[in-house]
């Protein structure tokens, strides 16, 4: 990988390295990835992006986690995509459709200069809105949606001082989401247009600054509890707020889609050329 460029990515408090594999010459996953995100000894970040061709959409993102694992989908990881797309020229258009493993995804960047992009994101799946056995005087509602990747999310009195890591690692390795496991995310609702969320995301198996498909769970699932209704700020520890709008009728009885979109910042940190990762 010497010599090569990259772009440093915050979406939305999620950090990326971001290249340009168009010519399919990045060596995969794995331990590469694992040293190109280690903080301290390589470029540190949650996961990275590749750019490339698509036979069937305007471009394709790959995801690899910071483990080097490959995830299907990241909504924050498409949304700086789009913008860098846009910013080389490669999409030419502000609507772009960008192919993930969960599909084909509608991200929009009307102006390539600045950070803000909308992303319409698949319809959530395997719904489950209560856990009797997980909801207590700590967690109020404990639930489950796939945003195009999978979500449970806890109601807590006070997110700021919630156990992250240890409730976090002990939900995302409960045995009713093996093997694959889940995403976290803790939420407090502070009004019913605004919600303060932190997550623990697999692959990175720590806490994340941000999540833009957790922010999408958390929005659904909490206007299905009836304590909120879209659109939602989603307030997270990157300090760059998410928000969420979708239809609030949507899931009942399969009548009508949630139709989700997620509308965040897509921002460059830095651009730099590896030399002994």
């Known amino acids: 990988m010497k010599s090569r460029s990259f772009l440093k990515m915050s979406g939305g408090g999620n ?19 694992v040293r190109l995100c280690r903080r301290g000894l390589g470029v540190g970040a949650d996961a990275v992006l590749l750019l490339e061709a698509d036979p069937e959409a305007d471009l394709r993102m790959v ?30 258009q502000p609507l772009i459709h960008v192919a993930t493993g969960s599909g084909i995804l509608e991200a929009r ?21 209560s856990y ?28 700021a001082s919630h156990d992250i ?61 009836g304590s909120a209704e879209p659109p939602i700020r989603v307030e997270t520890s990157g300090g760059y707020p998410l928000e969420v709008d979708f239809n609030a009728t949507g899931g009942e009885d399969g009548a009508a889609p949630f139709a989700p979109h997620l509308t965040g910042h897509a921002r460059i940190v830095y651009s730099g050329v590896l030399d002994e990762i």
């Open 165 to 225: 890591r240890g409730e976090g690692k002990r939900l995302r390795l409960d045995p009713r989401w093996q093997p694959a496991g889940t995403n976290v995310d803790f939420v407090t609702i502070v009004d019913r247009h605004h919600i303060r969320m932190r997550t623990f995301e697999r692959g990175v198996e720590a806490e994340t600054l941000s999540c833009g498909t957790g922010a999408v769970a958390a929005a659904i699932l909490g206007s299905l509890w």
């Open 132 to 159: 009797p056995d997980l909801e207590s005087s700590t967690y109020a509602h404990v639930g489950f949606v796939d945003t195009s990747t999978p979500h449970v999310v806890a109601t807590v009195e006070n997110v």
């Open 15 to 33: 950090d990326f390295v971001v290249f340009d594999n168009r010519s399919a010459w990045f060596p995969g996953g794995g331990e590469p990835v």
């Open 63 to 92: 995801y690899y986690n910071a483990d080097g694992s490959e995830a299907p989908m990241c909504g924050n990881g498409v949304m700086c995509v789009a913008r860098y797309a846009r910013m080389i020229g490669f999409a030419s």
């Open 109 to 129: 960047v009307d102006d390539p200069a600045k950070p803000t992009v909308r992303l319409r994101l698949p319809e959530p799946t395997g719904l489950v809105t």
